[in-house]
């Protein structure tokens, strides 16, 4: 299988992923998320579809890259692409959490433990292919941001 077809199933795959929270969380959006008490800097809903939508095409062809190396370094790339299968299930777990359960409380502990496993995915993935490193940290940093956003929704609603 060529590198270019492996991107494209893992970015599929993260887009699919992406979609799946956006069912969970589309009904939440409109009618309780709106009812919440927010931040000063909580940017405006559009925002969200077209950032997330680029995180997951970005991890995709990170997680794509790093597989394309599989034949040069095994078992390197194997851990490695089970972190990222496992922080990509907790970035779907997140959003039911959050929208689905309506539990920022512990919407806010799992996003941590999320933001740990996508550290440690971009790390691994840096060692094995430095873009597929460098794709990640977008999606580290609005994780970084959306853990404050989401412990401060917490805190402003308890």
């Given amino acids: 299988m060529n590198k270019y077809v492996k991107i494209l199933i893992f970015v599929l795959t993260c887009v699919a992923i992406g979609y799946i929270s956006g069912m969970v969380t589309r009904s939440s959006v409109l009618t309780w998320f709106p009812t919440l008490i927010k931040p000063s800097f909580n940017p405006p809903s559009w925002v969200?579809?077209?950032v997330w939508?680029?995180?997951?095409i970005m991890m995709g062809i990170a997680a794509g890259l790093v597989w394309n190396r599989i034949d040069f370094e095994r078992e390197a790339v194997r851990k490695a692409l089970i972190f990222f299968v496992i922080q990509l299930g907790l970035n779907a777990l997140w959003s039911l959490l959050f929208f689905?359960?309506?539990?920022?409380m512990l919407a806010g502990i799992e996003?941590?433990?999320?933001?740990?496993?996508i550290y440690e995915t971009y790390i691994k993935f840096g060692k094995i292919d430095k873009i597929a490193g460098y794709l990640f940290i977008p999606y580290l940093l609005w994780v970084s941001f959306a853990s404050v956003l989401n412990i401060s929704i917490w805190w402003l609603n308890r």
Avoid: E, H, K, V
């Fill in 48 to 50: 969200f579809a077209p």
């Fill in 53 to 56: 939508s680029t995180l997951y």
């Fill in 100 to 104: 689905g359960l309506r539990n920022p």
């Fill in 111 to 117: 996003i941590i433990l999320l933001w740990l496993m």
